[in-house]
Structure formats: structure tokens, C-alpha cells
């Protein structure tokens, strides 16, 4: 089975617009983390996509694997420290309501 | 010596001592804070200094010996390094040179400020910035030593301006209380002024010998002088120079400064603003002289102004109560008389006075300071008499000084002041009234000088005996007091006058130097004297030195009640002449006031309105701006979001369809 390149695409502006969606309407900070994974993930098939088409039956283009990893290292790592935050934010508001947040308003 | 390249020791060795002096400095102000005492270090400083200028004199008497044994045409020693500027066809080396005239005044500097410098171990004992003063006062010899050793202009104006900034520094070293600093930048800002003339003189002679090169231009002055078009130009350039010359050597009509620099410590009075600074503008001209020498018209301004400034001085000086003031006004004074000589075309002669006037006002101004140091930092000699029971090393050598400033016959003074003045007579014409100013003045001279001794040494004792208890300085002081006494009694013997059949010692020495000036002179005619004219002027100097010394020492040996009369019976006459012709007062209400005033008005109104005006309208801008913008960020995470991801469809937007 041969997918066209085209289709990945398609399929990861699906991904990235659900993810800016979700990004903009979800309140809960939870949620909105998981949709900026969801984001990154779409820009990796991105990536991988490209990658693909570049690539030859004598030479494989390995620049989009090679983004894709260092983007899931970095994802993990913000994982990380965003959930960290949520949590001190929890202690803080007993809430994880972005609207929650607006100390820093001008 | 070994090589030319030696030659550079004699300036270096007071620039590695000032440098040395001013870690120590830093090593006594770390050490103070440490354990409060401070002592250790600074003690090192006056050795260290003292050494360099030992150094540096033991080399120039070496230059000397050597460039003594070169045949009379052929006396010049020099050390090029490296090409310093070469831009076009104006080529400039960074080179040392020594010829008569430059190791006469090495001798001078080096030896005059070696004296100075062990008397200053003494005197400046126990002050908190005694290394830092070593450190000045070697930086300045190291200036003063660059002036008289470099073979350009340009070389010369980097001395020129070191020993001004030296100057500054030392007038303003007691800082702490407020008016020696002001007297600093007086004297800092009157040089500028004459500075500025110097420059000009520079810039006119570069279009003029397309070199800066001072025996080159010299050697080259004939030929510019015989062109009508550039011989304009070249009196225009020399009396630029002269300008430079105001300022430096305190002559009309920058010469105000001077007075005021007394504020910094006697040893730099001597040394800086007595023995050798002062002269640098006497040295430029001779050096120069050809320069000069090409235009009488020049020759006699310059003779002009140096017998109204020596009248001025020596008018100014009658009448001062503080010691040193008097001595100040008595250098501006003899400095007169030296530009007196140099206007009749009697370089050596001036040269002769300037190093007999190292000697003898060098030796005053320390005896002075001895005096000041033993009454307490009392200067005003009201408030001295009968010292000599009670300092009688100071006095004697004090006494030796004061004959020889007053011209009293046979002392140093005497043969280098009636030189200038046997000179000027010679030239005749207008010259002849320049003589006349110059001799009312030896009359002055004697007068106030021996006022002088005769307010500080004798008559009673007019200080108030609880708090003061005048003491003989120790032998640190009083030792260089009696060299220089030595030398002032003696100099003489340099320049003795054609009557006595005797070589002119300097004259003969410093003749391949003034030969191209006195050949460019005579081409307006030679003048001599026959020996009964001289006979006649030696006699008349003599007896007008002693008549007016006695005069001036009778008068106040008995007490001050002779200034006291003249102050009531004439107080606007004691008020002229202790405010020097009221020039500096003059200075004050037409260039020093309105200056002043349009600064006032540029801070209030410029600064406050229109440039604060603008700086605060800038920021207010700033401010309303961010007012306006603030609605924007509310605070909440998703509007940001929001903005951003508008943002990011904008840009890809515009890439995709712009």
C-alpha cells in the first residue's frame, strides 16, 4: 500500500487545527497541554512527510526523523515541566482553570 | 655612552619612578585601611624618586661630557626609535636630541629637580599623599625632560602639555580645600588659551617647511623669510608661537595665572613654577630662534611684553604680605627679563638668567618654604620677623638668594641680569626705552626682595609666641638650601661680560644653537658696546642695586608700619598694585563673568526647558503610548494564545498569497 504524501498532510492539518482549537476553547490546563502535544505530533508528521517525499529508492532522507526525535525529546521535556507547573498551579488555585490565571494582567 | 639609545633613560627613568611612586601610593591607601597605619610603603616613595632624578642627572651629565668632546660645529647627539607620522610628504620620527641648548637645560631640570625632589622628603613628611606627590612631581620631570629632549614640535607640545597637566595636578594637590583646585583649573585654563596660539604657530609652520622638524626649520628659515608671499605667513606663525609662550612662561597677558598657583606646595612652587616650567616658553623661543629672529618686528614684541610683564611683576611684588606671593610676582618678573633679552636678540643671555634664576628663585621659594614649614604654614610675612635667630641655615641661605635675585654686584644675578640689560641698551632705538622699563625694575627688584628679607628675618618678633615656635628645618631641607646657595652665589662665573677678558662660557657653548638667528639679526645691522659703556652700565646696574636694597631694608627692617602708611595714606595705589594692576579683576568682569553668566542661562534655561523638555517629552510619549496599549494584555492565557495564533495565520497568510 503506497500512501500519497499528500494525504499525510492533510492529516496533519487536521491534527495541528484540532490542536489550536482545542488550545483556544478547552479550560482546563490539562486539556490544553495535551493539545500542544497534539500540535508538536502534527508538525512531526510534517517532518516525516516531507522527509519521504525526499527520499529516493537508492538514498532514504533521514533530516525529518531526525527533527521528529529531537521535537519528541523536546515535548517530553515540556511535558515534564508543564505538569509540574499544573500541579504547583493546583496547590496554589486548588484549580486548573486557565481563566483562572490573570495576576499578570497589565 | 654606550649608545645613543640611552639618551631615552633620562626621561624614562622619572616615568618608571612615577609609576613606581603611584603603586606605592596605592600599595599606602590598601595598607591604611588594612591597619591604619600607612607608613611603610609611602617611606619608600622619595627614595624611589630621588633615585630616578639621580639617574637621570648622572646620564645628562654623561650626554654632556660626551657631546663636550665633539668638535664645537658637530655638538649634536641624537636617537631616533621609529617613524611616529608619515602622511604625505609631513614626515615625523619619535627621536631624542641633544645639543648645547637642550643639555643646558638638562642640567638644569635634572640637577634643580634633584635638589628639589630630596627637600620635598622633608618638607611633605607626614602628608597623606606623600607618594602620590612623588609620583607628580617625577611625571613632571619626565614631561619637562621630553620638552627639552625631542627634535619636533610635535614631540615638544606632548612635553608642553604634560608639564601643564603636571602643573594642574600639583597646584590643585591639596584639593580638599577648595582653592587650590580652582587655582589649578585657572592655571590649567590660561595655558589652553596660550596653547591653542601654540597649535595654530604649529599648523602654520607645517604649510610653511612642510616639516615639523625643529633643526630643519631652523635651517630652512633663511629661504622662507627672503619670499615676500610666505614671510607674512611666517611672522604670523612666530608670533603665534609667542602666544604659547604667554600662556606657559606667564608673561602678558596670560600671566594671572601664575600668582594663584602658589596654592600648590612650595617645593612645586620652585620647582614647577620657578626653576624650570615657566622657562619652557624661553626655551622654545630660543630653540626656535632663526624663527623669531627673521622679523624685528616679532623680536621687538616680544621685548615689549617681556619688559611690561617684568614692570608689571615686579610692581605687583612690592607690597604683598604673603612670602610667597611676592616670589611669584618677583618670577613673572625675571621672566620678563628673560623675553627682554630674547626681543634684543641676546638668546644666550636669557638662557644665561634662566639658569641663574633656577638657581636663585628655586633657592628662595625652598627658603620660603623652610620658613612656612618652621612657622607653622604661617605665609604672611606680617606675621614673621626676627626668624634669622631661630633658623639660621634658612637665613643665611636665604640671604645668598635674595643678593643674587636683587642683583647685588658680583652674584649670579647680577652678571645674567645686567647681560640682558647691557644687550637691550646696545640695540638701540626703541630698544633703548625697553632698557629703561628694564632698569626701573632691577630698582624695584632689589627693593622688594630685600623688603622682603627684612619682614621675614628681621625686626621683632611678631608671632604669637604660644602657638607658634619657629624651628630650623632638618638637614633634608636645608642641605639642598645650601647647594643651591653655592650655585646662586657662583653661577656667575658662566657668563662673565667681555670686560673682564674672559670667555663667556655659555655664550661659547650655546653658540652653534644661536648662530642662525644672530646671522638672520645682523642682516639689520650689528650692534656692540665699547667697554667704557659697558664699564659704565655695570657700574650703574651695581649702584642701583645697592641703593634700592638698602633702601627697601631700611625701610622695613624696623617693623610692616611703611606698608601699614602707604595702605591708609594711599589706599587705592597699595590696593593697584597688590591686585597686579588690577588685571586679573579686569579678566574677571569682561571674559570670566559673562562666560559664567551664559553658562547660567544655558543650565537653567537650554538644559531645563528645552533639553529637558525634550528628554521628558520623549518618555511621556512612551508612557501614554503604553496607556493606550495596555487594554491588550488582560492577563488571560487564552487571548494571548489567541494573538499568537492570528499572528502565525497572518505571517503564513502573507507568505503564501503576498
Not at chain 2, 616650567?277 to 617681556?306: E, H, K, Q, S, W
Not at chain 2, 618678633?461 to 619657629?470: I, L, M, S
Request: proline share 4%; charged share 10%.
Amino acid at each position: 500500500m503506497n500512501v500519497p504524501s499528500e494525504h499525510l498532510l492533510y492529516l496533519a492539518a487536521g491534527l495541528f487545527a484540532i490542536g489550536v482549537l482545542g488550545f483556544l476553547i478547552r479550560r482546563n490546563v490539562i486539556v490544553v497541554l495535551m493539545c500542544i502535544e497534539l500540535m508538536l505530533n502534527a508538525a512531526n508528521l510534517t517532518f516525516l512527510a516531507a522527509s519521504r517525499q525526499h527520499s529516493t529508492a537508492q538514498a532514504a532522507n533521514l533530516d525529518g526523523p531526525v527533527f521528529a526525535i529531537f521535537v519528541i525529546l523536546v515535548a517530553a521535556c515540556e511535558a515534564a515541566v508543564g505538569l509540574a507547573l499544573i500541579i504547583a498551579l493546583f496547590r496554589l488555585k486548588q484549580s486548573v482553570e486557565a481563566d483562572s490565571l490573570s495576576e499578570m494582567k497589565g | 655612552m654606550g649608545g645613543t639609545w640611552l639618551l631615552w633613560f633620562i626621561p624614562l627613568l622619572p616615568l618608571f619612578g612615577a609609576a613606581a611612586c603611584g603603586l606605592i601610593h596605592f600599595a599606602t591607601l590598601a595598607a591604611q585601611k588594612g591597619d591604619g597605619s600607612g607608613k611603610r610603603p609611602s617611606a619608600l616613595a622619595p627614595l624611589v624618586a630621588c633615585a630616578a632624578i639621580a639617574g637621570s642627572l648622572g646620564l645628562s651629565i654623561a650626554a654632556f661630557k660626551e657631546l663636550a668632546a665633539l668638535p664645537a660645529d658637530a655638538r649634536v647627539i641624537e636617537s631616533a626609535v621609529w617613524e611616529w607620522i608619515h602622511a604625505g610628504s609631513l614626515k615625523l620620527d619619535i627621536s631624542l636630541v641633544v645639543d648645547p641648548l637642550s643639555a643646558v637645560m638638562l642640567l638644569v631640570v635634572t640637577g634643580v629637580g634633584f635638589l628639589i625632589h630630596v627637600y620635598s622628603a622633608g618638607y611633605m613628611k607626614g602628608d597623606p599623599g606623600y607618594a602620590k606627590f612623588f609620583a607628580y612631581l617625577n611625571l613632571f620631570v619626565f614631561s619637562m625632560l621630553m620638552l627639552v629632549l625631542s627634535s619636533s614640535l610635535v614631540g615638544l607640545f606632548v612635553g608642553w602639555e604634560g608639564v601643564g597637566l603636571c602643573s594642574y595636578l600639583l597646584i590643585g594637590f591639596w584639593y580638599e580645600k577648595g582653592w587650590p583646585a580652582e587655582a589649578g583649573q585657572k592655571a590649567f585654563i590660561a595655558n589652553r588659551v596660550g596653547d591653542a596660539s601654540f597649535l595654530i604657530g604649529s599648523f602654520i609652520l607645517i604649510k610653511l617647511f612642510g616639516t615639523l622638524d625643529m633643526s630643519d626649520i631652523n635651517a630652512a628659515v633663511a629661504g622662507v623669510a627672503s619670499d615676500p608671499a610666505k614671510a607674512w605667513w611666517l611672522t604670523v606663525g612666530a608670533l603665534c608661537l609667542f602666544g604659547g609662550c604667554t600662556g606657559k612662561s606667564a608673561q602678558l597677558p596670560l600671566f594671572t595665572w601664575l600668582p594663584d598657583a602658589m596654592a600648590g606646595p612650595t617645593p612645586v612652587s620652585a620647582l614647577i613654577h620657578a626653576a624650570t616650567m615657566v622657562t619652557a616658553g624661553v626655551y622654545l623661543v630660543v630653540r626656535l630662534n632663526p624663527v623669531f629672529a627673521a622679523d624685528p618686528a616679532v623680536m621687538t614684541v616680544i621685548g615689549t611684553v617681556g619688559a611690561l610683564t617684568a614692570l608689571i611683576g615686579g610692581t605687583s611684588a612690592i607690597f604683598q604680605r604673603d612670602i610667597k606671593k611676592v616670589l611669584a610676582y618677583s618670577t613673572v618678573s625675571q621672566l620678563g627679563y628673560m623675553f627682554l633679552g630674547l626681543g634684543s636678540g641676546a638668546f644666550a643671555s636669557a638662557i644665561f638668567h634662566l639658569v641663574t634664576h633656577a638657581f636663585f628663585k628655586g633657592l628662595l621659594f625652598l627658603g620660603a618654604g623652610s620658613v612656612i614649614h618652621g612657622m607653622h604654614d604661617e605665609q604672611d610675612m606680617h606675621k614673621m620677623g626676627g626668624l634669622k635667630h631661630h633658623m639660621p641655615k634658612t637665613f643665611a641661605t636665604f640671604l645668598a638668594g635674595a643678593a643674587a635675585l636683587s642683583g647685588l654686584p658680583l652674584l649670579s644675578g647680577f652678571f645674567s641680569k645686567d647681560e640682558i640689560l647691557a644687550h637691550t641698551f646696545a640695540h638701540g632705538g626703541f630698544h633703548q626705552v625697553l632698557w629703561g622699563i628694564g632698569i626701573v625694575t632691577a630698582a624695584i627688584t632689589a627693593y622688594y626682595t630685600w623688603r622682603m628679607v627684612a619682614l621675614t628675618f628681621f625686626g621683632k618678633e611678631r608671632f604669637d609666641h604660644h602657638h607658634v615656635h619657629p624651628h630650623e628645618s632638618p638637614a633634608v631641607m636645608w642641605v639642598p638650601l645650601a647647594v643651591l646657595a653655592v650655585l646662586s652665589v657662583f653661577g656667575g662665573v658662566l657668563g662673565l661680560p667681555p670686560v673682564f677678558h674672559v670667555a663667556h662660557q655659555l655664550e661659547t657653548w650655546l653658540e652653534p644653537v644661536t648662530a642662525p638667528g644672530k646671522a638672520l639679526l645682523a642682516m639689520h645691522g650689528t650692534h656692540t658696546l665699547s667697554h667704557a659703556a659697558e664699564w659704565a652700565l655695570l657700574g650703574l646696574g651695581s649702584v642701583i642695586a645697592l641703593v634700592f636694597a638698602t633702601l627697601g631694608f631700611r625701610a622695613y627692617v624696623g617693623g610692616t608700619a611703611r606698608d601699614e602708611n602707604v595702605e591708609r595714606t594711599k589706599p587705592a595705589l597699595a590696593d593697584f598694585l597688590v591686585g597686579a594692576w588690577k588685571i586679573d579683576a579686569k579678566y574677571y568682569a569682561v571674559i570670566v563673568y559673562p562666560a559664567k553668566l551664559v553658562a547660567f542661562v544655558t543650565a537653567v534655561f537650554v538644559d531645563q526647558f528645552a533639553i529637558d523638555g525634550l528628554v521628558n517629552g520623549a518618555g511621556g510619549l512612551a508612557t501614554a503610548t503604553g496607556n493606550r496599549l495596555k487594554i491588550l494584555v488582560d492577563g488571560s492565557l487564552k487571548s494571548y494564545a489567541l494573538w499568537i495564533g492570528a499572528g502565525a495565520v497572518l505571517l503564513a497568510f502573507l507568505w503564501m498569497f503576498v
